[in-house]
Nanobody
Framework: QVQLVESGGGLVQAGGSLRLACAAS????????MGWYRQAPGKQRGLVAT???????NYADSVKGRFTISRDNAKHTVYLQMNSLKPEDTGVYYC?????????WGQGTQVTVSS
């Protein structure tokens, strides 16, 4: 079992920044991927960014150049630095941890960007 605790969401004006964090605990194997997904009202949950334990990253086209994902393997924590936020970035951001055998989601944190 892996537990994920997210933090850092909130309300910000367009053009502002937020930093999300997600700490994993439990039975964690060294080879895994962590990532962020978001769900806007009335829409399906979609990829924002992922990062492997080897620090390979993948971003949704809509956030490239504005968001940066990083991780601290010693702390089993993934971060999402979000800059130049837009109203369309509004949604619930979910942390995900997965490896070849397991898949876990956090409870989600709300990000609201006002225009």
């Amino acid at each position: 079992q892996v537990q994920l605790v997210e933090s850092g969401g909130g309300l910000v004006q367009a053009g502002g920044s937020l930093r999300l964090a997600c700490a994993a605990s439990g039975t964690i194997f060294s080879i895994n991927t962590m990532g962020w997904y978001r769900q806007a009202p009335g829409k399906q949950r979609g990829l924002v960014a992922t990062i492997t334990s080897g620090s390979n990253t993948n971003y949704a086209d809509s956030v490239k150049g504005r968001f940066t994902i990083s991780r601290d393997n010693a702390k089993h924590t993934v971060y999402l630095q979000m800059n130049s936020l837009k109203p369309e970035d509004t949604g619930v951001y979910y942390c995900r941890w997965y490896d070849q055998r397991s898949n876990y989601w956090g409870q989600g944190t709300q990000v609201t960007v006002s225009s």
